[in-house]
């Protein structure tokens, strides 16, 4: 079993900033990618960053360039570095680790309010 336990959400002003971290615990499986998404109320889930056992990410358009993906493999963590932070970001944010055989795990989700 795989327990996947994010930290790090709250409520922020607009263009503030938060750091996001995700730790996994258990029979840790192989890795092959660890990575965020997202979902506000009354839309799916969404992609926000991914970065692979080697070391490459992914980010979905609208958070380049203001969110920084960081892992680090020997600790099992993954963390998310949001900067100038919108009110469209607004939305529980998952931690989720992706094996090599297929199997994805998800954390139970951060909440991020953006807000004045």
């Known amino acids: 079993q795989v327990h996947l336990v994010e930290s790090g959400g709250g409520l922020v002003q607009p263009g503030g900033s938060l750091r996001l971290s995700c730790a996994a615990s258990g029979s840790i499986p192989s890795i092959y990618l660890m990575g965020w998404y997202r979902q506000a109320p009354g839309k799916q889930r969404e992609l926000v960053a991914i970065?692979?056992?080697?070391?490459?990410?992914t980010y979905s358009d609208s958070m380049k360039g203001r969110f920084t993906i960081s892992r680090d493999n020997a600790k099992y963590t993954v963390s998310l570095r949001m900067n100038s932070l919108r009110p469209e970001d607004t939305a529980v944010y998952y931690c989720?680790?992706?094996?090599?055989?297929?199997?994805?795990?998800w954390g139970q989700g951060t909440q991020v309010t953006v807000s004045s």
């Open positions: 989720k680790l992706g094996t090599s055989y297929g199997v994805d795990y």
């Open positions: 970065i692979t056992s080697g070391g490459s990410t």
